[in-house]
């Protein structure tokens, strides 16, 4: 056996964290960032750190009550992220892991995986047998008003990025149209555009709408109708030349196996969250490179940037900012490129911060 500090305490705190840009979407929008703030201790004396994102902070004391709930089962553990993931797969069989206790669990699991870097003080990613090399990112924008909008997407080409999402689908095709023309007027041509339509249309909408959309050069067109609509997402893909980007729905790698048997996607972004953590990325990246999709993040900036070094498919890593505003430092982040910072994720909380916007 090995010497391996153990787990003492698990711990999680709600925040409802300001956000720089507020996100808007076709299906709601969010002012602000509900999250959750783990804190995983060890007889080691470090403590591994990682956040989940509630979405509204309704489900946040849900599952930092959860967390509460299986501290018992994980004091006294090594901190080895994999068996604890097995154990609870086994243990939540039953009842499933989709929902908040994929989320608590799938935070968890991060935070350990920060704790063992910690212990090893390296960054994650050599963990994971690859290098803390710089993650090319597109930059994530909801619904976008244009022209008012015009300057901050200038910044972000000022910033290096090379690729640019933004969200569609609020109002009828015209204003999908009028909005593609005015960001690619401030773009040019030769940055990816790619749009979201957060699962608000149907088969035939999604269709029409990209007819009109086909002078703009989309990079990819995401969960246009709802994510556990395989079919129709394939549909999608059989009507239109724009690749089709999903999976930030994915309830751990079991969902993403349906979806690349229905052949649902060109790209996947599975969410580190809902896949189930380090360690469930691990078993996405694995099937996406056997079956030769293109994979990019969701959200998690910092974790995510751990993981696409040594996910072989790697695309892009979505720089969505959610929790900088309760961190020490934002991510370490370069002429469109995200660098994963160590030891662990290279997370430690802004005490006073999260103190402010503790709830
Ligand atoms: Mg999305």
């Known amino acids: 056996m090995t010497d391996l500090p153990t787990i003492t305490s698990i711990t999680a705190r709600a925040v409802n964290a300001p956000l720089e840009r507020p996100v808007r ?11 959750l703030l783990i804190d995983a201790g060890t007889d080691a004396g470090i403590t591994g750190r ?4 509630g979405y509204t902070v309704a489900t946040l004391e849900p599952m930092r009550a959860f967390l509460a709930n299986i501290e018992a089962m994980c004091v006294g553990q090594p901190i080895a992220p994999v068996d604890l993931a097995a154990g609870f797969e086994n243990r939540f069989r039953l009842m499933g892991r989709q929902g908040l206790v994929g989320m608590a669990l799938s935070g968890l699991d991060m935070a350990l995986w920060d704790a063992l870097g910690q212990v090893h003080g390296a960054p994650v990613v050599q963990l994971l047998g690859g290098t803390a090399m710089p993650v090319k990112a597109y930059d994530s924008y909801g619904i976008v008003d244009m022209p008012e909008d015009a300057g901050v997407l200038e910044r972000s080409l000022e910033r290096g990025f090379t690729a640019i999402k933004i969200k569609l689908g609020e109002d009828d095709v015209a204003l999908d149209v009028a909005t593609c023309r005015a960001v690619r007027e401030v773009i040019g041509n030769d940055v990816a555009l790619m749009v979201d339509y957060n699962q608000s249309q149907t088969v035939t909408e999604t269709l029409w709408r990209l007819d009109h959309l086909a002078d703009f050069d989309l990079y990819w067109v995401e969960e246009p109708v709802p994510a556990e609509d395989l079919n129709a997402h394939a549909e999608i893909r059989a009507g239109t030349h724009v690749p089709v980007q999903t999976g930030e729905n994915w309830w751990f790698v079991s969902d993403m196996e349906k979806a690349v048997a229905a052949g649902a996607c060109d790209f996947a972004m599975p969410d580190l969250m809902k896949i189930g953590g380090i360690t469930g990325w691990q078993k996405a990246a694995g099937l996406a490179a056997a079956a030769r999709i293109p994979v990019s993040s969701h959200l998690f900036i910092e ?3 751990h993981v696409l070094p040594v996910t072989p498919t790697a695309h892009y890593l979505e720089y969505l900012d959610v929790a900088s505003t309760v961190q020490e430092s934002p991510p ?3 002429d469109g490129h995200v660098t994963p910072r160590g030891p662990g994720l290279g997370m430690v909380w802004d005490e006073a911060a999260v103190k402010r916007y503790l709830l």
């Open 25 to 35: 979407t076709a299906s709601g929008a969010l002012e602000s960032a509900p999250l």
């Open 50 to 53: 990682a956040y989940v994102m």
């Open 303 to 305: 974790a995510s940037a």
């Open 332 to 334: 370490d982040f370069k």
